[in-house]
């Protein structure tokens, strides 16, 4: 138990024993909505609608960048905080979907980019929240600005920097009574890569919801993945370890990327016990492409 945090041991049941239902004052809008809303539009800051997308989690992000809500009856947990144009849609997304901000608990984060954690300063500043990350992504999400040894750090934008509450560690557990979400390192994309796994449940149907990190390999034009090994090797660690994951529905930080909103709408399988492996595995050829085409290039 020591490395868990939250408010009580209760929390630490990560099956789903029937408790109170998320409490709603609204009825959840249907992602077939969401779906349409962002048809042909992917920005950034794009606002879009909320929807609902299993048991007590919702997306409340924009068109082009996913946010989580995590409803339970002792608070809400946001995962991820897209940009900081952003935060007015999040903001009026968690007020229609019948939630208070001022109950949002704990913020949570993907990767230390400016795209999904740019929001994170004004939603702490608005929630109160207390920001939780792995070390590796402290002193970005601090400072705002990349890590040295981030792929992207010379090409990803500056953002506004937000205070880390605590570490987490990999295989952590942190929740609150009615949710335990596990944090894992998955770096690669960034040094402070996270992915997040909790239990959801509806009605009698209860799911292991994957929000598994971005798994790209890009960089500015003078980083050469080539030139650092180690750097590969964790790459590589992490591709191994996403297809072990507990996944029945994988969310990935760029919707797009994990085909969610055609999910949502219907139109695609939402629960896909293989997505964590394809996913993997497609991330996997790319990150080959992309040494192979650095060695032809040398
Ligand atoms: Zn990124």
Not at 176 to 199: E, F, N
Not at 244 to 256: A, E, K, N, Q, R
Request: glycine fraction near 8%; aromatic fraction near 6%; hydrophobic fraction near 40%.
């Amino acid at each position: 138990m020591s490395a868990r945090l939250g408010l009580v041991a209760a929390f630490a049941l990560a099956g789903c024993a029937p408790g109170p239902a998320p409490a709603t004052a609204a009825p959840a809008p249907n992602g077939k909505a969401l779906a349409m809303a962002c048809e042909g539009r992917d920005g950034w800051s794009d606002p879009a609608p909320p929807a609902r997308i299993h048991g007590n989690t919702y997306y409340v992000g924009t068109c082009g960048i996913a946010v989580l809500l995590i409803a339970t009856p002792d608070g809400l947990v946001l995962l991820d905080g897209a940009t900081e144009k952003a935060v007015p849609s999040i903001l009026a997304n968690i007020r229609t979907l019948g939630f208070d901000p001022k109950n949002v608990r704990y913020l949570l984060a993907s990767h230390e980019h400016d795209d999904h954690v740019g929001g994170l300063a004004a939603l702490q500043a608005a929630t109160g929240a207390r920001l939780l990350a792995r070390r590796e992504a402290v002193a970005a999400l601090t400072s705002g600005t990349p890590d040295a040894t981030d792929p992207q750090r010379e090409i990803a934008s500056p953002f506004a920097g937000v205070a880390v509450s605590r570490t987490v560690v990999d295989g952590e557990v942190v929740g609150l009574r009615d949710i335990a979400l596990t944090a894992h390192a998955t770096p690669g994309h960034t040094p402070g890569s996270t992915s997040w796994t909790w239990r959801s449940c509806e009605g009698g149907d209860c799911r292991t919801i994957a929000y598994v990190d971005s798994l790209t390999a890009i960089s500015g034009d003078a980083y050469r993945f080539a030139d650092h090994p180690d750097y590969v090797a964790t790459f590589r660690a992490t591709l191994a370890k996403v297809p072990t994951l507990p996944c029945d529905l994988l969310i990935t930080p760029h919707p797009s990327a994990s085909n969610l909103f055609t999910r949502l709408a219907g139109d695609a399988r939402l629960v896909d016990a293989d997505a964590c492996h394809f996913y993997a595995a497609g991330a996997a050829k790319r990150l080959d492409e992309r040494l192979a085409k650095e060695n032809e290039a040398k």
